[in-house]
């Protein structure tokens, strides 16, 4: 090989590793250094009102406490606890192994509704399930997204022949949690200006055309004309009802509705981009803010702790696909920090063990 051209391409060879990598797998390391380390353990004892055991019927829980333990975890929610005889099952679990560290919220298949027995069966059931010990209603997406009524047309959150459910849960004095929809950018176009445009490009099954099955917006006004229309109820707007990017429209929210209430599952990277607006944000509206994970990954709750207690600066999510930008903590003060830890949902959910915590 000529001199002069070996020279050229030594000088301007790039490994073909560099040159090929996608942004997926493009992950810097950041050179900042600034004070700061991981939060493992949460400063005071919380619950988690968003914690999902699939398998509490029949489930060995010792590990669970074990891990529940070491992140300093009071209580766990846990809001996949079905119905008749499995809630029967898991509440007996609890009882016998467990008793003051899980509740379980029941949960109802609104597939095929329309008709008043259907409605009227539904009610009883949820009856009966409270009065074998589920603490409250767990709603999950499907409805407003996916439900289709006895015409196979789909079930909208506010129609008005489900009314009677959400009036029993304010009779019987259970909070309703409810998770309605996903995040907007799902339903946006994918293109460069996504903001979850990497999310989903990995996890494609999440993108909605604009209109599938309606519009998001359509579907969130569902949701808060259903709170609207039952002011005696207690709700918890999961994922802070997709909104904790525009805390000021949230906060116009929970002004509107009193009866609202947000949990924060799954929405932390949102809080984390946003100390100063956030931490306005939770002192204002301390006693509306509960504290919630959504998936049991251990792991993945030191992030919460950070954001919440710390004021770190610049430092990583967990899921980059879900948040590829760095947190920064809130620096909560302590009183308002026990508030979404735990008093709150002291207050809300029934029947919790309060001996559990501070005052």
């Known amino acids: 090989m000529n001199f002069k051209i070996t020279v050229f391409v030594l000088l301007f060879y790039v490994p073909l590793t560099a040159q090929d990598m996608s942004f997926e797998d493009y992950n810097p390391k950041s050179t900042l250094v600034v004070p700061g380390d991981s939060v493992k353990v949460a400063k005071f004892p919380f619950i988690d009102v968003h914690g999902h055991q699939y398998r509490m019927p029949e489930q060995n829980l010792a590990p669970v406490i074990a891990a529940m333990d070491t992140l300093n975890m009071g209580i ?35 597939e095929g509704a329309g008709t008043d027995r259907w409605v009227a069966e539904k009610v009883r059931q949820l009856e009966e399930d409270v009065k074998n010990g589920a603490r409250g209603l767990k709603v999950y ?114 002004d509107e509705m009193p009866n609202m209430n947000v949990g924060i599952g799954a929405i932390i990277a949102e809080l984390g981009r946003q100390p100063r607006f956030a931490k306005k944000f939770f002192v204002k509206y301390q006693d509306r803010i509960l504290f919630g994970k959504d998936s049991w990954k251990p792991k993945e709750f030191p992030t919460y702790f950070r954001v919440l207690e710390s004021a770190d600066e610049y430092f990583p999510y967990h899921k980059k696909y879900h948040a590829y930008w760095a947190m920064y903590g809130l620096d909560l003060p302590d009183d308002v920090l026990k508030k979404v830890y735990y008093k709150n949902a002291l207050r809300i959910v029934p029947g919790l063990d309060k001996n559990l915590f501070p005052k």
């Open 76 to 110: 766990m929610v846990n809001l996949s606890g079905r119905t008749g005889a499995d809630l029967q099952k898991s509440v007996k679990n609890i009882a016998d192994n467990y008793p003051n560290r899980f509740v379980v919220f029941a949960n109802i298949n609104f």
């Open 141 to 254: 997406k499907s409805l407003g997204l996916r439900n289709k009524d006895s015409f196979g047309k789909r079930l909208a959150i506010d129609d008005s022949r489900l009314d009677p459910i959400w009036a029993k849960c304010g009779e019987l004095g259970v909070p309703v949690l409810i998770h309605a929809a996903d995040p907007k950018s799902f339903w946006d176009d994918f293109d460069g200006d996504n903001e979850r445009w990497l999310e989903l490009k990995t996890r494609p099954g999440r993108k909605r055309s604009a209109t599938n099955p309606v519009p998001w917006e359509q579907i969130i006004q569902e949701q808060h004309n259903m709170f609207k229309k039952h002011p005696k109820t207690t709700f918890i707007n999961a994922h802070m009802g997709w909104l904790a990017n525009n805390l000021g429209k949230l906060g116009q929210l929970l």
